[in-house]
Every structure is written in C-alpha cells, then in structure tokens.
Antibody, heavy 117, light 113 residues
C-alpha cells in the first residue's frame, strides 16, 4: 500500500523558514517523480514543485522560485521541501504527491503551514 | 499558465440521480502527436486529500466505481456520476497536466438534495 506521510509544518513568522519532509513507503520511491502541492483553506490545489527520480531535475511554480528548494534522499525514501522567506500567502496545507503515469496519483494527508506574526 | 474553469461552483443532486460537472481549459490540452487529452479529475472528501478518479479525460483509475465517467476533448470536458451515492459528497476538481505548471479548476461542491 502506497503511503506518504508529511511532517515539519507549523507556525512561522513572515520571513522565516521551514523544512517539510515526506516519508514514502509501499512503492519503489526512486522510480517516481515526486511533487509538492499546496492548498489554502477553501481554495483549489496549487502545484508547487517537482523532482525526478534521481533528484537531478527540478521545477518550481513562479511564486516560490528562488525561495523554495525540493530535494530527495532515495536511501531514506524521503522527499523534502526547504521553504525560505515565507510569506502570508504561502500558508496552506502542503501535500506530498507521487508522480504516477500519466499524472499525479497518490497524495499524503498533508502538513499545515501557518505564516503569521 | 493554463486556466481551468469549472461549472457550476456547487451542485445539489438527489440520491440515485445523475450529476454533471463541466470543465473548460483556456487552451487545448489535446496533444496532437498521441491524440490524448491531458486532463484529470479528482475527488476531495471533507478533511481528506484529493483522490485521482480519471486521467486522459476518460480513463478511470483502478478501483474507481463505473458510475464515474469522463468525456470531452480539446478545451471542454465533463465528469458524470450516473447514479449519485451518499459517499460521493465531495468537491471535484479538474486538472490539466498538458503543461507546467499543472493547474486545477476552482472546484465543484457536490451535495445531496
């Protein structure tokens, strides 16, 4: 059974940093692209970033480019999102999502990020 | 970015009746080289993450009941639930994966009448 468990969310002040983690199990982690997708309360999901199987290729939404960094550790079956210079509009539930064929398929339960002073 | 627009925003349907949700993309998501529409549908129940229902506009994900069906091509798509069940109460999102960034519609809130 595919499982994706996020952690690392919490309350942070504007301009602060957080590092999200996602522990994956139930599939061959290194064979899949992995994504972060966020969803503010009552809003549509918004794609944030993706990384390929070996971590060599990444992409970001324009709104987070230069502030967020996606990475992975295939030995630990773990996906990361380093978030710097956080702003109020970054507040959301952040989901770790598996890249399936042809589109994203399994989603974790999410971790809540709150940005407030 | 491709903008996805759904209609209606909310919908109330009686149990056992048909529910129809529409989705329009700001540009075509049909890839001519393989004649596939890069369009998915997701279901999000309260307090849960989205769940993939349909990809390639009309292919059901494994385990999805056959009362869910998708249709359409190019820029106009439809999700149909043929006979609404209580467990289908959710928000439904269309999604395009034709180009980066993948984008989602604003959602349709489906309720029981």
């Amino acid at each position: 059974e595919v499982q994706l468990v996020e952690s690392g969310g919490g309350l942070v002040q504007p301009g602060g940093s957080l590092r999200l983690s996602c522990a994956a199990s139930g599939f061959t982690f290194s064979r899949h692209w992995m994504h972060w997708v966020r969803q503010a309360p009552g809003k549509r999901p918004m794609w944030v970033s993706r990384v390929n199987g070996d971590g060599s290729t990444t992409a970001y939404a324009d709104s987070v480019k230069g502030r967020f960094t996606i990475s992975r550790d295939n030995a630990k079956n773990t996906l990361y999102l380093q978030m710097n210079s956080l702003r109020a509009d970054d507040a959301a539930v952040y989901y770790c999502v598996r890249g399936g064929e042809p589109t994203v398929d399994y989603w974790g339960q999410g971790t809540l990020v709150t940005v407030s002073s | 970015d491709i903008v996805m627009t759904q209609s209606p925003d909310s919908l109330a349907v009686s149990l056992g009746e048909r529910a129809t949700i529409n989705c329009k993309s700001s540009q075509s998501v049909l890839y001519s080289s393989n004649n596939k529409n890069y369009l998915g549908w997701f279901q999000q129940r309260p307090g849960q993450p989205p769940k993939l229902l349909i990809y390639w506009a009309s292919t059901r994900e494994s385990g999805v009941p056959d009362r869910f069906s998708g249709s359409g091509s190019g820029t106009d798509f439809t999700l149909t639930i043929s006979s609404l069940q209580a467990e289908d109460v959710a928000v439904y999102y269309c999604q395009q994966y034709y180009s980066t960034p993948q984008t989602f519609g604003q959602g349709t809130n489906l309720e029981i009448k």
